[in-house]
């Protein structure tokens, strides 16, 4: 039974949903700094109004109230702490194999936003980074003949981590025709950890790291490859279908059985991609599939012709996208051995235009950009306001888009954004308008952890309505103070974070109503936190096992994938991964009702859909007290 963070990250970062569970198994998402409209501390710790957006309309006589007292004690009364610089911090740690002996001379790296150091280990296996800047850092330590060694969201400071490296296996085979059984000279293969369940698909293939073989004697070997693990190999080749052969595991540093691999006549297509004018269109990138999940297949030549010399039965669509056009699309039939004809037409789109304000006055040099979903085109779809605010953004792909801009007060850099939905027709205009008068709502108040302010954390701020999407995080200040300016109007979700004495991360989520040019007091009281241990069993030699403390008794249960699990991402409380026992405990919880819920997944599994149906669940609904401790044991069936 292996523990690997990294899958609840990949599950996390979805084509941008999967870094949601990332963001709450492990982590905080990075601070930024404060906005313009946020909130500052004077020399006597109290909280300073902060400038709000100007939009054209004088809002002075509104924001012009005193900012609210802090609930309980008077933090007036206690000395503000000044800030400080981040002090530097070292990390060490040791590689070691699987039978705990050290590895000397293996390349250990630690990364952290622009940060990254690099060091190599010694003949005991200890490592050092000295002089890091404070922050969680990921370490990965790599050597030949050794799989790599990957630890998350470690802080500087951490002594004592211990990096793991297994030793890896080789493969060898033969490639052979399937239809005279003669081996083929020129080929690729690849290997990869065997699904669960459903044999791989053709575009699961496409994604494994190919290497091409050229062997009179169709012979290949394969290094590197995971011990103990059920591998598939396959190989693929000119006029031929992909195919595979799964190999049984085997013992850490020792060779897997022979691959021989028999690859069946495949379907060969020779198309063309014009304009819907009947044009040719050269240089469009070829896909199979409606997403860019993999390298194109094919490029178009001058005359916009293209051919594919493998394609698998299940290789029903091809997809063209060229940087003047949308993508466009063609479905096919593959028949083992025969040559297909295609057609893929491209046109111009659609158009969106509209103009952004703020109030009666236009905001010039604005960038507005377009994101489609499924990921084509793969080109920019942005424009920048003229000196009438107006904007135009040509060659859009028909059907719903989303339309976006920075809110202006931010400044360089911002990462907030409002958002709208179109819909976008081929040869027409679409309008968007967006007017920032609006933006003027505001959240205020304070964190308190056991009556006292929370003073490292933050709450993030998601708003939903007529006018769009918007999204703010707003640091702590020392005395627990936070500020959300220039807010949407609309449904929010609040997200609290802050880290207690003992170190403990501390969360809640509330949802609140938000009316334009409203500021809502909303404080956050962190009760004396309790915690759940236990043992999470039923777990087979080849999964991962994850634990959950999700608030209240949401039919959670029932859940089949971890994408499934996203829908209750803002009920998540506390999540840590089992040790090799099984064994496991959630802190920082506040009194009141959970249910606890145990995850199995696979360990081969990989940042794949199929892949996140691979798990198991179990659970139980559990009463939390304050500041005790209750024993929880869960087994997976």
Same mark, same amino acid.
């Given at each position: ?18 870094? &949601? ?49 802090? @609930?309980?004690? #008077?933090?007036?009364?206690?000395? @503000? ?15 070691? +194999? ?98 669960? +369940? ?6 699961? &293939? ?26 598939? !190999? ?88 060229? @940087? ?23 046109? *111009? ?12 006055? @236009?905001?010039?040099?604005? !960038? ?54 179109? /819909? ?6 679409? !309008?968007? #308008? ?35 999407? #918007? ?5 702590? *200040? ?33 949802? /609140? ?30 999964? *991962? ?44 919880? +506040? ?30 609904? !559990? ?10 044991? &869960?087994?997976?069936?």
């Amino acid at each position: 039974m292996k523990s690997n963070v990294g899958l609840i990250v990949a599950v996390v970062f979805l084509a941008g949903v999967a870094a &949601l569970l990332w963001y709450i198994v492990t982590s905080e998402p990075p601070i930024p700094e404060p906005l313009s409209g946020s909130a500052a501390v004077d020399e006597s710790g109290a909280p300073v109004q902060g400038p709000a957006l100007q939009t054209g309309a004088d809002k002075a006589a509104q924001e012009s109230s005193e900012r609210p007292a802090p @609930p309980g004690p #008077d933090p007036s009364n206690e000395k @503000p702490t000044e800030p400080t610089a981040e002090r530097a911090r070292a990390i060490r740690g040791r590689v070691a +194999d699987v039978r705990g002996n050290p590895v000397a001379n293996a390349r250990v790296n630690a990364f952290s936003g622009t940060t990254a150091r690099s060091t190599t280990s010694l003949d005991n296996g200890s490592f050092e980074f000295l002089d890091l800047p404070a922050g969680a850092y990921a370490l990965e330590a790599t050597k030949p003949e050794y799989a790599s060694a990957r630890r998350e969201a470690v802080p500087a400071g951490s002594v004592d981590i211990a990096l793991v490296l297994e030793e890896t296996n080789a493969v060898a085979g033969t490639v052979l025709s399937g239809s005279t059984g003669t081996p083929l000279r020129a080929f690729e293969v690849a290997f990869g950890a065997a699904p669960s +369940d459903d044999a791989p698909t053709s575009q699961w &293939l496409r994604r494994l790291v190919w290497q091409p073989v050229r062997d009179p004697q169709g012979r290949f070997r394969l290094d590197g490859v995971p011990g103990e693990v059920t591998l598939l !190999v396959a190989a693929r080749a000119e006029r031929h279908a992909a195919a595979w052969v799964i190999l049984p595991a085997a013992a850490r540093g020792q060779p897997h059985d022979e691959a021989v691999i028999h690859l069946p006549p495949g379907a060969y297509v020779e198309g063309e991609v014009i304009t819907a004018a009947g044009g040719t269109v050269e240089g469009a990138s070829v896909y199979v599939g409606d997403k860019p999940a993999h390298e194109p297949v094919a490029q178009t030549d001058a005359d916009g012709h293209f051919s594919i010399t493998t394609l698998a039965a299940d290789d029903t669509l091809l997809t063209a996208d060229h @940087p003047d056009y949308v993508a466009g699309s063609t479905e096919i039939a593959p028949r083992p051995g025969a040559t297909i004809q295609a057609q893929i037409v491209l046109d *111009q789109g659609g158009v969106i235009e509209g103009m952004v304000r703020a109030g009666q006055e @236009p905001v010039a040099g604005h !960038v507005v950009e377009v994101k489609v979903p499924g990921g084509f085109p793969r080109r920019p779809l942005s424009a920048r306001t003229g000196p009438e605010g107006r904007y135009t953004i040509v060659d859009v792909p028909a059907g719903e888009v989303n339309v976006r801009t920075t809110i202006p007060s931010d400044g360089p850099g911002s990462s907030r954004f409002v958002t709208e939905r179109a /819909l976008v027709e081929s040869g027409q205009v679409t !309008v968007v #308008d967006f007017d920032f008068s609006a933006v003027s709502a505001a959240i205020e108040g304070y964190v308190l952890i056991d009556g006292r302010p929370a003073r490292q954390g933050w709450v993030a701020i998601a708003v939903s309505g007529e006018l769009g999407q #918007d999204s703010y995080t707003a640091p702590l *200040q020392a005395n627990g103070y936070y500020r959300a300016d220039n807010l949407l109007p609309g449904s929010a979700t609040v997200l609290a974070s802050a880290e207690d004495g003992h170190g403990v991360r501390r969360r809640k989520t509330l949802d /609140l109503e938000v009316a334009q040019g409203e500021i809502i007091r909303q404080d956050f009281f962190f009760e004396q936190a309790a915690t759940v241990y236990g043992v999470l069993g039923g777990l087979s030699e080849d999964e *991962q096992g994850t634990v959950f403390a999700v608030t209240g008794k949401p039919d959670v249960l029932n859940v089949t994938s971890l994408e499934g699990l996203l829908n209750f991402q803002n009920l998540i409380a506390a999540t840590t991964e089992v040790d090799p026992e099984g064994r496991f405990q959630l802190y920082g919880l +506040d009194p009141g009702v959970y249910t606890v819920v145990g995850v199995a997944v696979a360990a081969g599994a990989s940042e794949t859909l199929e892949d996140r149906e691979q798990i198991r669940t179990t659970g139980r609904v !559990v009463n939390v007290q304050g500041n005790t401790a209750l024993e929880v044991n &869960l087994t997976v069936r």
